[in-house]
């Protein structure tokens, strides 16, 4: 059984920083991409940032442009998400997906955490 456990949310003020970790037990990252979706109180899940199996290919919302970075490390099974320049519009629940294939799109994931919780006071 696939399990994935999201950590590193929390509070912080308008303009800092955060890196959220995406860590798999049970299987392997290698051969899936790994997306990230949030979920903001009153408003429907939406995609933030994936990347390929490899890290070679990476895809990000127009809000993450810029701001978000996605990386991976196969060896360690955990995907990382830092979060930079953050805005109140940023507080959500952050979860990790994984999936055969990188996608902008939920539906696309098999396997998700519970995710973390991301707070920013502006």
């Known amino acids: 059984q696939v399990q994935l456990v999201e950590s590193g949310g929390g509070l912080v003020q308008a303009g800092g920083s955060l890196r959220l970790s995406c860590a798999a037990s049970?299987?392997?990252?290698?051969?899936?991409?790994v997306g990230w979706f949030r979920q903001a109180p009153g408003k429907e899940r939406e995609f933030v940032v994936a990347?390929?199996?490899?890290?070679?290919?990476?895809s990000y919302s127009d809000s993450a442009k810029g701001r978000f970075t996605i990386s991976r490390d196969n060896a360690a099974n955990t995907v990382y998400l830092h979060l930079n320049g953050l805005k109140s519009e940023d507080t959500a629940v952050y979860s990790c997906?994984?999936?055969?294939?990188?996608?902008?799109?939920?539906?696309?994931?098999?396997?998700w955490g519970r995710g973390t919780q991301v707070t920013v006071l502006s």
């Open positions: 049970g299987r392997t990252f290698g051969g899936y991409a």
């Open positions: 990347i390929s199996w490899s890290g070679g290919s990476t």
């Open positions: 997906a994984m999936g055969r294939t990188r996608s902008d799109y939920a539906h696309e994931y098999n396997y």
